[in-house]
């Protein structure tokens, strides 16, 4: 099925452990995104990217890093966890053009202890 | 710059009575509005967009918002509830095609429908 995936559903993490949240969409999509879900602040942007090879912060951005080699792929890194990443995480992508909706995944649900 | 406020956290219906979700915004571009709606443990699914052309906007689901410049809203509404409604709803504004037309979301309100 056409969409997007996110890959681990589920993580438990140790504080000061990194690892690799990947996010793969079959749309052909130009824009990828991914967001943070914390209780009461809605989501928030963490980076996006408007095609393979450029990317840019959004608006908490510290503690991950993104990269963006193929269209397909856009696999967000924390470098060393903190309990303060414990959080729901969202990909989405959508078509270059502000009237598209973005699509998106069904989330990693990440604690860090 | 942009931002997005949805002015109720909450808000509880009856099953068969009208639902009103209220949400304006600000933004230095001509902005699209975004409505989408989280069931528990799900991701996002878009319920309706506005994107410059009619501004009553129909959506899945029953749903319909309206665009009003002058007032700088974007409410959500249905005319009659469902149990199946029951879920958070975020209001979205997109603008700034060069950073990626990112989104900015409200806080959420969460809709309870009672039988």
Redesign the interface.
Known sequence: NAGVTQTPKFQVLKTGQSMTLQCAQDMNHE?M?W?RQDP??????IH???GAGIT?Q?EVPNGYNVSRSTTEDFPLRLLSAAPSQTSVY?C?S?Y????????????TRLTVV | AQS?TQLD?HVSVSEGTPVLLRCNYSSSYS??L?W?VQHPN?????LL?Y??AATLVKGINGFEAEFKKSETSFHLTKPSAHMSDAAEY?CVV??D?A??????????TRVLVKP
């Open positions: 824009y995104s967001y009461g602040m809605g989501l928030r942007l996006y990217s408007v840019d959004g969202f989405a959508s270059a053009g502000q009237n598209y909706g973005y699509t998106f995944g069904s989330g | 997005v956290s902005p699209s975004f989408y799900k991701g996002l699914q878009l967009k994107t410059s975020f997109s603008a095609k950073a990626g037309n990112k989104l900015t979301f409200g806080g959420g």
